[in-house]
């Protein structure tokens, strides 16, 4: 298998090659859509069928990402194996690894699904993190509390994403009630940060060790998943150029070969701390399919392969809205209402069932300012409902 591995890796993997994804979400179907543009075939593997990813992929693989013996013949039918979603477990990656290249690293994944391995590792690196304390027992976490005081954010170490597996605390009481109401699992506890934004940076590393990004994408969430994205942010230079700077440091130390987004909160104080880190594309980057020359998907796809990385310049500033499935709520938008506005872009995954809180798809608006945008993409956003919504503020 090692040398079946080696052979396969030798040298850029060019157009007519086959690239394999683990996971089968909106964030590889981009990515397979970036990918078949320049001519290559993707086979997605997943525990589902009629997927986001598997609607557009060349061959669609279902099975559980334990059987092992499964993701090693998915592994050897492709050249290259990548991630469209972190919470693989190790073992798949290793069995992929037996047959094909796996980029990103399986370690790396392994580091990143975990918050506490992934703090520790940031904290360990000197990386600018918020306080945090990990916490397995009452007595851990009445010695943690003692210590950040209240408000304070327990926190799920596995498994966790858009505010999934965590809760605001503020007092001794409720702390407790929340530890046991998650069982006998691995907790993190953070200090409470006050934060003037969210902002994310994401980058590509090569195999050659080359660096690319989209500069600083500032976020705003709503009931903890994101809501709005847009870029450029109007921040100083400086702020912009140390999370860049940041943000190449912790690919170059993971030694990250593909695409990795890290997020951040900008503190009242004008301080950078990092939030957590995702080893893919991102929800955020999304805008960079309209408006940039090389999109985070197609870059993810050159990195993976062993190409020269593309230029990420924005051709107009961008903004990104989100589509939840609560715009469902009273039946089917109106999307000929959305598509009235020349400048924004409509994406839609290829979801059936529309839940609350569900990314169905999303919106990308281009315009003079980064501003505009994001007020012209929640125009658009409202008017999929004929009820519109009020924009948010």
């Not at 304390?133 to 976490?141: G, Y």
């Not at 691995?186 to 590509?204: H, K, P």
């Not at 994408?217 to 998943?225: G, K, L, S």
Request: with cysteine; glycine share 8%.
């Amino acid at each position: 298998m090692e040398t079946n591995s080696r052979k396969k890796s030798a040298g850029p993997i060019l157009p007519g090659a086959v690239i394999g994804v683990l996971g089968s979400g909106q964030l590889g179907r981009m990515f397979t859509i970036a990918a078949r543009r320049m001519g290559y075939r993707v086979h997605t593997f997943s525990p589902e069928t009629d997927t986001p990813t598997g609607q557009v992929a060349d061959v669609e693989i279902k099975a559980h990402y334990d059987d092992l013996n499964a993701v090693r013949g998915f592994a050897s039918a492709v050249d290259v194996v990548t991630f469209e979603f972190e919470n693989v477990p190790s073992a798949t990656a290793q069995a992929a690894a037996e047959c094909a290249p796996v980029r990103p690293d399986g370690a790396i994944l392994h580091t990143t699904q975990h918050r506490l391995r992934e703090k520790t590792f940031l904290a360990q690196h000197g990386f600018p993190v918020t306080p945090f304390k990990a916490i397995n027992t009452v007595e851990e976490l009445r010695a943690a509390v003692a210590e950040f005081g209240f408000p304070c954010v327990l926190k799920t170490a596995g498994f966790g994403y858009d505010g999934k597996g965590q809760a605001k605390l503020t007092s001794a009481e409720q702390a407790e009630t929340a530890l046991q109401a998650v069982g006998h699992q691995e907790m993190v506890l953070e200090a409470f940060v006050e934060f003037s934004c969210e902002l994310s940076v994401i980058g590509a590393r090569g195999v050659d060790g080359s660096f690319a990004h989209w500069g600083v994408i500032r976020n705003d969430h709503r009931n903890h998943i994101l809501d709005v994205s847009f870029a450029p942010p109007n921040l100083p230079p400086e702020v912009v150029q140390e999370a860049v700077d940041i943000a190449r440091a912790v690919l170059e130390t993971l030694g990250v070969v593909g695409v990795l987004c890290v997020e951040f909160f900008l503190t009242t104080s004008g301080k950078l701390l990092i939030n957590e880190l995702a080893p893919r594309p991102h929800n955020s980057g999304h805008l960079t399919f309209d408006a940039c020359v090389t999109s985070q998907f197609e870059q993810q796809l050159r990195a993976v392969c062993g190409l020269p990385l593309g230029a990420t310049a924005y051709l107009r500033p961008a903004a990104m809205a989100n589509l939840l499935g609560d715009l469902w709520q009273a039946g089917e938008p109106d999307w000929a209402a959305a598509c009235a506005f020349p400048e924004v872009k409509l994406h839609l995954y290829g979801k059936m069932t529309p839940k609350p809180g569900r990314k169905m798809g999303h919106l990308t608006a281009l315009a003079d300012t980064a501003d505009q945008a994001a007020r012209l993409v929640q125009d658009a956003r409202a008017a999929l409902q004929r009820t519109a919504l009020p924009t948010a503020g």
